[in-house]
Every structure is written in structure tokens, then in C-alpha cells.
């Protein structure tokens, strides 16, 4: 079975210019997460989500930043008027239903490169 | 606030050397706690994991870990490094309620001589 996708792989844009970031959870996991990892750093919590519940957003550094889940499956990340420190590795992770604990799968990353 | 420090940012081992990666996390209850290894260009893979009971776990690739609670420690070891090992391994910290919003350390790289 396949594992969890993302794409693109590299994405390099420019200041001020809006990216979208996708990911292709495994069939079936309910559960979908984003992550980031720059430079130095450990990963990042970005956004939570679960079933057709409200998304947890507590993660987002600003209102630049939105994600959607559409059908319950696939998930896009968008930043809007990117900055240069958006630049850093992007995970997206799923897991089944977190009735207790689910080990979460993750993704191969969005390398996002901001000019 | 929750924190999970990895003090070392790199490391070399001489293959067929034990390894020992520390691990200490901050936080309000005893967390469940993870190693994940991340090879060049790969996702996050899952190596172990601490739910609770016996504080030695044994993971994939011959990888364990033991969980101290007195020292807040979650170190990772292998008895005999290969040069395959060679990558970045996280180690995390998540709630043992609720969904698993984890908390990363910072990473340590592995670099594995010969």
C-alpha cells in the first residue's frame, strides 16, 4: 500500500508570492497533520486534523497560513504573501483515528525555498 | 511548556561501536515518547515507541530505548552501530490523552565511520 504523498517535492518561490502545499494521507487514516522543520530545528506542529471535527490551528505562526482537508482525504497547506523565513521543510503525517494512540506516517516533505 | 531537548547536534560512531543518542523532555504528565530516524530525502520512520510498563523498549533495526523517570530521560541505543545507520534521528514527546500533537527535540545527526 502506498505510504503518505506530498507534492510537490521542492518548491522554490518568491517573496510576497502565495504557495500551496499538497498532501495524500493513507487511505483510510482519519487523522492528518502538518509539520515544519527548518533549519536547526526540530519539527514544528502546525495544524491538527481529525474527522469532520474543527481542525486544531494552534500551531499556525500566523494568518498567512491556512489548511484545508477536502473529503475527509486530501490536505492542502497554503501560505499566502510567503516570507523568507517560510522557508523550511514541510511534513504532513496521518494516523488512524486517535482513539487511544495511532502511530502517525509521514510523508517525504515540501522542501519550500522563499527568495 | 513542553519541551523535548536532544543536547547533542552531532555525533560520530566508528561502525560496530554501541551508540547512545540522549533524549530529555519537559512536561506536565508523563508523556508517551518516540524516536524517529529521518534518512536524506525520506520521511519520518518510527523506530520505538514508550506508551507505559517495562522502561526498556526494543524497536526496529535492533534500536532500544529506556525511559528514566527520574532523570526525564528517553535515551536511544544500539549495541552495534552499521554504516546504514547513518541520519537524523528526533526524538518526541506526546500527550498520553487526546491525539498526538507531538513535540520534537532539535534532531541528532548520526555520521557513522569506518
Known amino acids: 500500500g502506498a505510504g503518505v504523498s506530498q507534492s510537490p517535492s521542492n518548491k522554490v518561490t518568491e517573496k510576497g508570492k502565495d504557495v500551496e502545499l499538497r498532501c495524500d494521507p493513507i487511505s483510510g487514516h482519519t487523522a492528518l497533520y502538518w509539520y515544519r522543520q527548518s533549519l536547526g530545528q526540530g519539527l514544528e506542529f502546525l495544524i491538527y486534523f481529525q474527522g469532520n471535527s474543527a481542525p486544531d490551528k494552534s500551531g499556525l505562526p500566523s494568518d498567512r497560513f491556512s489548511a484545508e482537508r477536502t473529503g475527509g482525504s486530501v490536505s492542502t497547506l497554503t501560505i499566502q504573501r510567503t516570507q523568507q523565513e517560510d522557508s523550511a521543510v514541510y511534513l504532513c503525517?496521518?494516523?488512524?483515528?486517535?482513539?487511544?494512540?495511532?502511530?502517525?506516517?509521514f510523508g517525504p516533505g515540501t522542501r519550500l525555498t522563499v527568495l | 511548556a513542553q519541551s523535548v531537548t536532544q543536547p547533542d547536534i552531532h555525533i560520530t560512531v566508528s561502525e560496530g561501536a554501541s551508540l547512545e543518542l540522549r533524549c530529555n523532555y519537559s512536561?506536565?504528565?508523563?508523556?508517551?515518547l518516540f524516536w524517529y530516524v529521518q534518512s536524506p530525502g525520506q520521511g519520518l520512520q518510527l523506530l520505538l515507541k514508550?506508551?507505559?510498563?517495562?522502561?526498556l523498549v526494543q524497536g526496529i533495526k535492533g534500536f532500544e530505548a529506556e525511559f528514566k523517570r527520574s532523570q526525564s530521560s528517553f535515551n536511544l541505543r544500539k549495541p552495534s552501530v552499521h554504516w546504514s545507520d547513518a541520519a537524523e534521528y528526533f526524538c518526541a514527546a506526546g500527550p498520553n490523552t487526546g491525539f498526538q500533537k507531538l513535540v520534537f527535540g532539535t534532531g541528532t545527526r548520526l555520521l557513522v565511520s569506518p
Open positions: 503525517a496521518s494516523s488512524l483515528d486517535p482513539g487511544g494512540y495511532n502511530e502517525q506516517f
Open positions: 514508550y506508551f507505559s510498563g517495562d522502561t
Open positions: 512536561y506536565g504528565a508523563t508523556p508517551y
